[in-house]
């Protein structure tokens, strides 16, 4: 990588360097929302944008001043038919992000139903390279640590955010991902923190992909042996350790969608809410909040 949306007032942007303020030009204009069309890379201000890039549309949400020791930056990764307003109702990782210190990028894939692959080639992936690009752009423009940048995936967008680990893994803190998962064959040498979640019950993604992934991750990073963490009643932990010492975390859950149907365990764990990709059912670990939990304790 180059070293480089609760909404905001128009004058209130984050307290970090655009371009401008690096080589002495002026800042640029404010835009509204939905006025970045024809942009590869957010405005530097607080709240929500939309910005378009090529057929991809991304949702960026910025908190009004980072933190001390800077901020971070939350690539969130929808699944198939999904928007990047799908993702944040799902995930809240805007939400529950924001105030943490976090950027939360949110793309959307073109189409209708929207989609990472091609429906004609799924071996064809067209718009990793825009999404990876508009990260880049961001980091730089948004003056965030590179090594800050932390990719979350559900369903097809699991399977993106795993071929990114594997393009990008030296720019990668950390790796969250949901029912799926690509590229377990080309991994990189390089350990990076994972946080990989599976239902039980999944009925469209089925749960053997868990021992797939597991199994890859051991055998590219020499993976220690299991340790099983605190679990509740419907899920169980296992975690990993690689010779590095990065740690690599196995969450696998009896939650089913309460929207019921053909999805079964397909879903995203946290509180229930009427999302058709929502877990289900009572006690049951909150996914986003464990998730930023780990990215503060990586240092944001």
């Given at each position: 990588m180059q070293h480089e949306a609760g909404e905001g007032a128009a004058?209130?942007?984050p307290a970090v360097a655009t371009d401008?303020?690096?080589?002495?030009?002026?800042?640029e204009p404010v835009a509204p929302d939905g006025a970045g069309a024809g942009r590869c890379g957010p405005v530097a201000r607080a709240g929500r944008q939309e910005v378009h890039c090529g057929e991809v549309r991304f949702v960026v949400t910025s908190p009004g001043a980072c933190p001390?020791?800077?901020?971070?930056?939350?690539?969130?990764?929808?699944?198939?038919?999904?928007?990047?307003?799908?993702?944040?109702?799902?995930t809240r990782l805007a939400a529950l992000g924001v105030p943490r210190g976090y950027v939360v990028v949110q793309p959307s894939a073109p189409g209708w139903p929207s989609s990472?692959?091609?429906?004609?080639?799924?071996?064809?992936?067209?718009?990793?390279?825009?999404?990876w690009a508009f990260?880049?752009?961001?980091?730089?423009h948004l003056g965030i640590a590179p090594s800050r940048v932390h990719v979350v995936g559900f369903s097809q967008g699991a399977l993106v955010a795993f071929r990114l680990l594997a393009a990008h893994a030296a720019d990668l803190a950390s790796l969250?991902?949901?029912?799926?998962?690509?590229?377990?064959?080309?991994?990189?040498?390089?350990?990076?923190?994972?946080?990989?979640?599976?239902?039980?019950?999944?009925?469209?993604?089925p749960y053997a992909l868990m021992g797939a992934v597991e199994a890859?991750?051991?055998?590219?990073?020499?993976?220690g042996p299991a340790e099983v963490a605190p679990s509740g009643p419907a899920s169980s932990f296992v975690v990993r350790r690689t010779m590095a010492g990065k740690t690599v975390e196995l969450l696998s859950h009896d939650l089913v969608v309460d929207l019921a149907g053909p999805l079964g365990g397909h879903c995203w764990p946290g509180p229930a809410a009427p999302l058709p990709y929502r877990?289900?059912?009572?006690?049951?670990?909150?996914?986003?909040l464990l998730a930023l939990d780990r990215f503060d304790a990586l240092g944001r």
């Open positions: 004058g209130d942007g401008g303020a690096r080589d002495g030009r002026a800042e001390e020791g800077g901020c971070g930056l939350v690539l969130d990764l929808h699944g198939y038919g999904m928007t990047a307003e799908d993702e944040e109702a799902h990472w692959e091609r429906p004609e080639r799924f071996d064809l992936h067209p718009h990793d390279a825009t999404v990260v880049e752009a961001s980091v730089v969250v991902a949901v029912a799926g998962a690509d590229a377990l064959d080309r991994l990189p040498a390089l350990p990076v923190p994972v946080l990989y979640a599976h239902g039980r019950l999944d009925r469209v993604v890859a991750i051991a055998a590219a990073w020499s993976l877990c289900g059912g009572g006690a049951q670990p909150d996914l986003t």
